[in-house]
């Protein structure tokens, strides 16, 4: 009986230790484990349908500062990322960087064509959400608030989310990666009327 | 104390076996679940992409004479392994009709249909169920090929179906152009710093976060106490009458975004919008005191504000766009009976509900209906375009209704108090959002009083306005 106490306080201490180094390894694994660079899949044509498929299944992928990889398991593989730092390849990507590739852009912001995407292809574009605010790049445009449709934007300074749809009250139904705590999901937002967010729109989609 | 005691311990070394052994035996479970874990990862991470199949629908509320509306049914649909975000699958759907709650619901098969690249399921009402003075209930199931259950739209079904109601008799009102620059700031009653100490409120932490703290507040009936929700510290904060300093009250919530509803008794039910993987977001119910008095998952994905009623907390939840009752009896409901029990109005006391649509740019649509029939109804226009609409409530016979108004430069809010078959007043406030709130948390009205939630750049504050008329 004597050895038992310190066998289990030696056990706990260390397999605390050992789970919490590899936890915090395991959070900063996840684009390295499962990520690549392949290249884009252009396509002919882009419908505001088939980006609500590519926003869709982002849901419940998590948030990643500067990041654009991730799975479709449902689930965040890297919660709990740090807060302050925007290179700890935790999984999701973060809002602008979902938006480019839901709207399928292209590296290239002269380039208005169509680019797909693979959901663990880690790219998050060119743009960040004050880029896009200022309607930035080739494909992208700004527009009337009172105009926006299914998968246009609502862009400030520091955020942006896509409208899934529109609601009786006059809100939304915003898609977005809003941070590490939220993750990626369709919550309910006023952006529409906030003067901090200008409607955005990707061109060329197909009727 | 004895000499035993002072006495140096002996090293023996006998005793560093069993520790050495834990460290071992440590090293070895880290190692088999940490791979474990990495494994199974590695297996999701190349798992083929999953179905997609989701459907939303604006719901013909409250409609104008000679309108017929056409329901439309925005659908998304991709089976399971397809990468390819631009190959649907295919789906159909039935939407059911009655004009008597007391009838049969009679089936229609929907009509698929596109817009603007978006795949739809469409259908047009029938003239006779358009043309009954009563309106009529409809929903809707969508089905898909596979192992996906067919969405119901609303969540209810024929339990809770969507109420279309006409208002042959709104009354018409015009607010032409707003004027902006005039708002008012109304009287300050509650006031907290940005910080970490007992009387401030705190921000969410996240450098790539917009400011985000005090994402909701209620006044209680008796309009003495102010309950500021400091979801970054986790507690509540009540501001009694004159009293200098908050009272804290630690609760045992996510936060993140969440909505406040006070009761009559000082307890509270807090919104949150964040679920576990797989979930929908939980009510969370406390005594005065911060104990948790029950948990519940709300209905649907998407809750959007939580009011309490004469019968209990009731929560705004999407995409079936109903208010749905959290709590029967004194009891937390369960998701599927919250479903079975919504409503498309707002209930607001003596059997009463407030239906609210706004369409279009600058149209807003709103009806007191009493024993499930439209009492008085509102038809207003405004020639510069309309936001959300945060609060429609009764205040004695009169209908107060506050709405944002936008441009692309600047936004206020406009309160409207409807009086009868005019407007009554109309006033503005500003919108004061500094830091994020909750989407629909910013006003609150007891008795006469209208209390806005503000925030800039030093803290979050309420503000007051006496909406009693001369």
């Given at each position: 009986m004597s050895g038992a106490r310190p066998f289990a306080v030696s056990l706990a201490v260390?397999?605390?230790?050992?789970?919490?180094?590899?936890?915090?390894?395991?959070?900063?694994?996840?684009?390295a484990d499962n990520c690549n660079a392949a290249a884009p899949t252009p396509t002919s044509y882009i419908t505001r349908d088939g980006s609500a498929t590519v926003a869709l299944r982002a849901r419940f992928e998590g948030y990643q500062?500067?990041?654009?990889?991730?799975?479709?398991?449902?689930?965040?593989?890297?919660?709990?990322?740090?807060?302050?730092?925007?290179?700890?390849?935790?999984?999701?990507?973060?809002?602008?960087?979902?938006?480019?590739?839901?709207?399928?852009?292209?590296?290239?912001?002269?380039d208005s064509g169509f680019q797909q995407w693979g959901m663990l292809r880690n790219v998050h574009g060119p743009y960040t959400a004050a880029a896009f605010k200022a309607g930035a790049g080739a494909p992208n445009i700004t527009v009337s608030k009172s105009v926006l449709t299914k998968m246009d934007a609502l862009a400030s300074d520091g955020h942006i989310g896509l409208i899934y749809a529109t609601n009786p009250d006059?809100?939304?139904?915003?898609?977005?990666?809003?941070?590490e705590d939220y993750g990626t999901n369709i919550w309910t937002r006023t952006y529409r009327g906030s003067s901090s967010y200008t409607g955005v729109r990707r061109t060329g989609w197909s009727a | 104390m004895s000499q035993q005691g002072r006495r140096p311990r002996r090293f023996d070394r006998r005793r560093l076996v069993p520790?050495?052994?834990?460290?071992?035996?440590?090293?070895?479970?880290?190692?088999?679940?940490?791979?474990?874990?990495?494994?199974?990862?590695?297996?999701r991470a190349h798992s083929e992409a999953g179905a997609v199949f989701d459907a939303t629908?604006?719901?013909?509320?409250?409609?104008?004479?000679?309108?017929?509306?056409?329901?439309?049914?925005?659908?998304?649909?991709?089976?399971?392994?397809?990468?390819?975000?631009?190959?649907?699958?295919?789906?159909?759907?039935?939407?059911?009709?009655?004009?008597?709650?007391?009838?049969?619901?009679?089936?229609?098969?929907?009509?698929?249909s596109s817009s603007f690249g978006m795949r739809q399921l469409t259908a047009t009402v029938p003239i006779d169920v358009a043309s009954d003075t009563d309106g009529y209930e409809y929903y809707a199931e969508i089905r898909t090929g596979g192992r996906a259950a067919p969405i119901l739209l609303p969540a209810g079904g024929a339990h809770a179906p969507h109420r279309s109601l006409p208002l042959p008799n709104a009354s018409t009102v015009e607010l032409g152009s707003h004027v902006f620059g005039n708002a008012d700031p109304g009287e300050r009653v509650v006031f907290a710093r940005w910080g970490d100490g007992p009387r401030d409120v705190g921000l969410e932490p996240g450098r790539s976060l917009p400011a985000i703290g005090a994402s909701a507040f209620d006044v209680t009936d008796d309009g003495k106490v102010v309950v500021l929700l400091d979801e970054a510290h986790r507690r509540a904060?009540?501001?009694e009458g004159h009293e200098p300093a908050p009272t804290s009250v630690s609760l045992a919530i996510d936060g993140r975004l969440a909505d406040l509803a006070t009761d009559m008794d000082g307890s509270m039910y807090v919104l949150e919008s964040v679920a576990a993987p797989g979930r929908t977001p939980l009510v969370r119910w406390f005594d005065r005191a911060g104990r948790e008095l029950g948990v519940v998952e709300t209905a649907e994905r998407t809750p959007a504000e939580i009011r309490s009623g004469?019968?209990?907390?009731?929560?705004?939840?999407?995409p079936s766009h109903q208010w749905m009752p959290v709590a029967d009896g004194g009891a937390l409901s369960p998701p599927r009976a919250q479903a079975r029990k919504a409503a498309v109005g707002r209930p607001v006391g003596a059997g009463r509900q407030v239906v609210v649509l706004r369409r279009g740019a600058g149209e807003i649509l709103a009806a007191i209906l009493a024993g499930g029939r439209v009492q008085r109804s509102w038809r207003i226009r405004s020639d510069t375009p309309l936001g959300d609409v945060?609060?429609?409530?009764?205040?004695?016979?009169?209908?107060v209704i506050v709405s944002r108004v936008f441009t692309h430069a600047t936004d206020e809010f406009t309160v409207l108090v409807l009086d009868g078959h005019r407007l009554g007043r109309q006033f503005s406030t500003p919108s004061d959002e500094w830091a994020e709130a909750a989407p629909l948390g910013r006003f609150r009205l007891v008795g006469h009083d209208l209390y806005r939630l503000g925030s800039n750049a030093s803290g979050a504050f309420v503000a007051r306005y006496d909406l009693e008329m001369p």
């Open positions: 260390t397999l605390g230790l050992a789970l919490v180094g590899a936890t915090a390894a395991y959070h900063t694994r996840f684009v500062w500067a990041g654009g990889c991730w799975n479709d398991n449902d689930r965040d593989d890297s919660p709990n990322d740090p807060h302050e730092d925007p290179a700890t390849g935790g999984e999701g990507g973060d809002c602008s960087g979902f938006t480019f590739k839901v709207w399928r852009e292209s590296l290239d912001q002269s006059g809100t939304d139904q915003i898609i977005e990666a809003k941070g | 520790a050495l052994l834990g460290v071992l035996a440590g090293c070895t479970l880290a190692s088999v679940t940490v791979g474990l874990g990495s494994s199974a990862v590695a297996q629908h604006l719901p013909a509320l409250l409609r104008l004479p000679g309108e017929r509306p056409r329901l439309v049914y925005d659908v998304h649909c991709v089976p399971e392994g397809v990468d390819d975000p631009e190959r649907g699958c295919d789906v159909d759907g039935t939407v059911f009709f009655r004009e008597d709650s007391r009838e049969a619901f009679r089936a229609q098969k929907l009509q698929p904060l009540r501001f004469s019968d209990g907390p009731v929560v705004l939840q999407h945060q609060l429609a409530e009764p205040a004695g016979n009169r209908l």
